[in-house]
């Protein structure tokens, strides 16, 4: 299925404060992204793209013209999706990731603005964010290809080929074939291959036949 990049203006993100920030156990848990869509018609979205940067966890919110005359609202969509197995190891810290409209809560359709909430619950991670953020709405339908008929419906290969005029069945042909080999051992296995003398008589020689030689 074919997709189209849509052009996004990501807002600076806003630290939700855990803790006194004036002292070393102050430490911003959760950041909030806005993201909008202007000079752009309320979409569908396809896929939301990025490169995770120690985020452990990632819930959205999107704001949705539901009808002409009504006010949009916000919908959650995607709720404590798990991007760090554990927050405090390494895995999936720096990982690219893909999220897809069915994978979402609700449906996304006439899309206006998204909103990205970021946790990380470990203190070991000095920042976290998500970069190379990229938002996808599904492109126009390629249109269908018309296929010949004969490739379409393809001849069986059970099907007996048809003869050319004017040549002989090769059926036929190899059959008379094998009945001139078989003539000719035949011939073979009953000549003789002793030679008989001139003047030789049950091996010997006739006296009165050489005499007149």
Same mark, same amino acid.
């Given at each position: 299925?074919?997709? =189209?990049?849509?052009? +996004?203006?990501?807002?600076?993100?806003?630290?939700?404060?855990? /803790?006194? %920030?004036?002292?070393?156990? /102050?430490?911003? /848990? =959760? $950041?909030?992204?806005? =993201?909008?869509?202007?000079?752009?018609?309320?979409?569908?979205?396809?896929?939301? %793209?990025?490169?995770?940067?120690?985020?452990?966890?990632?819930?959205?919110?999107?704001?949705?013209?539901?009808?002409? *005359?009504?006010?949009?609202?916000? =919908?959650?969509?995607?709720?404590?999706? +798990? $991007?760090?197995?554990?927050?405090?190891? !390494?895995?999936?810290?720096?990982?690219?990731?893909?999220?897809?409209?069915?994978?979402?809560?609700?449906?996304?359709?006439?899309?206006?603005?998204?909103?990205?909430?970021?946790?990380?619950?470990?203190?070991?991670?000095?920042?976290?964010?998500?970069? !190379?953020?990229?938002?996808?709405?599904? /492109?126009?339908?390629?249109?269908?290809?018309?296929?010949?008929?004969?490739?379409? *419906?393809?001849?069986?290969? !059970?099907?007996?080929?048809?003869? $050319?005029?004017?040549?002989?069945?090769?059926?036929?042909?190899?059959?008379?074939?094998?009945?001139?080999?078989?003539?000719? !051992?035949?011939?073979?296995?009953?000549?003789?291959?002793?030679?008989?003398?001139?003047?030789?008589?049950?091996? +010997?020689?006739?006296?009165?036949?050489?005499?007149?030689?």
């Amino acid at each position: 299925m074919s997709r =189209v990049l849509v052009p +996004c203006h990501v807002k600076s993100t806003v630290a939700l404060q855990v /803790g006194d %920030m004036r002292t070393s156990q /102050g430490r911003p /848990g =959760v $950041l909030v992204v806005d =993201v909008t869509f202007p000079n752009i018609a309320p979409f569908e979205l396809q896929e939301i %793209m990025f490169k995770n940067y120690y985020t452990a966890f990632l819930s959205i919110r999107v704001r949705q013209q539901s009808s002409m *005359h009504t006010a949009a609202k916000w =919908v959650t969509c995607l709720r404590d999706y +798990c $991007l760090m197995p554990d927050p405090h190891s !390494e895995e999936g810290a720096q990982d690219y990731v893909s999220l897809f409209k069915h994978q979402m809560l609700c449906d996304m359709n006439r899309v206006l603005e998204l909103r990205l909430i970021l946790r990380q619950p470990s203190p070991l991670w000095l920042s976290f964010t998500v970069e !190379e953020l990229q938002i996808y709405q599904q /492109g126009p339908k390629s249109p269908s290809l018309a296929f010949p008929k004969w490739l379409s *419906h393809p001849v069986s290969n !059970e099907q007996p080929a048809p003869r $050319l005029g004017g040549l002989p069945d090769p059926s036929r042909v190899s059959s008379e074939v094998q009945q001139m080999w078989a003539l000719t !051992e035949m011939i073979r296995a009953s000549h003789t291959s002793t030679r008989i003398g001139r003047f030789d008589v049950d091996g +010997c020689y006739d006296l009165n036949l050489l005499s007149y030689t």
